[in-house]
């Protein structure tokens, strides 16, 4: 018996738009994000409404959700939300160019914490915990979609990913996402596709 559980990554906000850090801010859609998700929905990329419907609870998550799953009742997860970027919050990669803490932690491949803010360590356990702990309250054969940011998509495909793939493997598009099976036995995530691949 296994759960299947889709993964969406929120509509694009204005900050996603100027490729800045968008952790902490709780920004709304964006008229552009909400167009691509309408856009999705109407090509079938997303699935039909879910038995059960998590979200983060930050605005840009919430309004993705609602938009996607109208009729749906959407229960929060408070640690599915993005990561704290501490200093690096709302900045561009550009607003960052000569600044030696981001050298460092560029130069770290991303491994040490955000000066003033999370480090990428404890945003995984956190991530991880959560949806471990979230999905022990789901009943098997349900069927879950969970909007989230795509730092926790990646975290929680990393901890849980079989075949594993790395945090890096898993990036999503701003409403792009996963599908997959959830084994509670196992406790692995599998047959990973990617939203709008029909091979799943």
Known sequence: MSIQVTFIRHGKTSGNL????????????????IAVLRENQQAGFY???????????M?????????LFPS???????????TDFGEFEG????????NPD??????????????????????????AAAFLETMKEIPE???????CHGGAIMAILDAFSHPHGDFYNWQAKN??????????????????????????
Request: aromatic fraction near 8%; glycine fraction near 14%.
């Open 91 to 98: 900045k561009s990669y550009e607003d960052l160019n000569g």
């Open 18 to 33: 100027r490729g800045a850090y968008v952790g902490r801010t709780d920004e709304s859609l964006c008229p552009e994000g």
């Open 47 to 57: 699935p039909a409404e879910p038995g059960i419907l998590l979200a983060s609870p």
């Open 102 to 127: 981001y050298q460092r932690w560029i130069d770290s491949g991303g491994s040490i914490a955000f000066p003033g803010g999370e480090s990428p360590e404890d945003f995984k356990k956190r991530c």
């Open 141 to 147: 054969d349900a069927f879950v979609a969970i909007v």
């Open 175 to 200: 409403g792009g996402g996963f599908r997959c099976r959830y084994d509670p036995e196992t406790g692995r995530l599998e047959h990973i596709t990617p939203l709008g691949d029909r091979r799943n």
């Open 72 to 82: 749906g009742e959407i229960r929060t997860v408070s640690d599915f939300r993005e």
């Open 59 to 67: 605005k840009r998550c919430m309004e993705t959700a609602e938009l």
